[in-house]
């Protein structure tokens, strides 16, 4: 074999070798972030004087994307401690299961939040259990159709309501949580099409103190609906804030129609808040976080300024 040739044949091999232990490491390193979780906080004043009067906030605990699996303790640990933040309201935005033996996972995981006042809006990944895609697809921004293979959400549905959570799935609900008086609407899982906006249509109470709007895909599409009716804040979940991301959180693609600068956090979308939350977890088909750890957000909602 001539010389050139042999350099050539060790350089390539090199090359590959180096590019097999860099994926290999760093599929590693993706996978150890799934436990590492954060709890990220925000403050925002939409409430209007004297509302509280004299308490310092409304504290709302958002909660997304669970996916959970079987035997995920460190996760289901995790989830509950939050209780110790003592919300007064907690949100869930969808996507709660990644298998179909998950449901006794997801309310262990929950048991205390359950015992607050809650709302919950449903994902396909709630009805469908996942599968094994194309990664490219994903990052090809392809929507991958469900595998219409059902999961057990009927009983998660079930017992979220008899603990006093209100299923916000194409509904208008309107309560009061200690001294706020709360409207809100939510849709069906709008990234399939599992949403009509016309069935909770129209403008929030003019009596209530906030008005929220639920959806578990941030598709704007919807959320000009529900800015246009008057809302205050939205709450989305979905993106994963990208999964696989960038340095500094950056995200590559976000699986919806939302733009990637909204992928996650606390945003602004016309007149109206929006909050995307990045997810506690992933399809047990894609277990990896590359620079976009799990999260649960705590907003904080102050009076506005006389």
Request: charged letters at 20%; one cysteine or more; a neutral charge.
């Amino acid at each position: 074999m001539p010389t050139n040739v042999k350099t050539f044949a060790k350089t390539a091999g090199g090359i590959l070798g180096a590019g097999i232990a860099l994926g290999l490491g760093t599929a590693a390193w993706g996978y150890s972030e799934l436990t590492k979780f954060q709890l990220k906080t925000h403050t925002l004043p939409l409430l209007e004087p004297g509302t509280l009067r004299g308490q310092k906030e409304f504290r709302i605990l958002h909660v997304s994307d669970l996916h959970m699996i079987p035997g995920q303790d460190t996760k289901k640990a995790w989830v509950s401690a939050l209780d110790s933040l003592e919300p007064d309201l907690v949100i869930n935005t969808g996507d709660n299961l990644s298998d179909e033996r998950a449901v006794p996972d997801v309310l262990q995981a929950l048991e205390p939040l359950l015992n607050r006042p809650g709302m919950f809006v449903f994902g396909t990944n709630d009805y469908w259990a996942p599968r094994l895609v194309n990664p490219f697809r994903y990052l090809l921004r392809m929507k991958r159709p469900p595998s219409y293979v059902d999961l057990p959400w009927q009983g998660m549905r079930a017992a979220f309501i008899e603990r006093g959570w209100r299923d916000a799935n194409q509904k208008r609900v309107e309560f009061q949580v200690g001294r706020v008086r709360l409207a809100a609407a939510g849709v069906d899982d709008p990234h399939h099409h599992l949403d009509d906006y016309s069935e909770i249509a129209g403008a929030p109470n003019v009596d209530s103190d906030l008005a929220i709007a639920l959806l578990h895909s941030p598709e704007p599409r919807v959320l000009e609906k529900f800015e246009a009716d008057g809302y205050q804040i939205a709450f989305a979940g979905h993106t994963h804030g990208g999964q696989i991301c960038l340095p500094g959180g950056r995200a590559i693609v976000t699986n919806s129609d939302i733009d990637r600068k909204r992928a996650s956090g606390l945003h602004r979308f016309g007149s109206m808040g929006l909050h995307v939350s990045n997810g506690l977890g992933t399809s047990k088909f894609a277990p990896v976080r590359i620079f976009c750890r799990p999260s649960a957000t705590l907003l904080k909602i102050t009076e506005r300024e006389a």
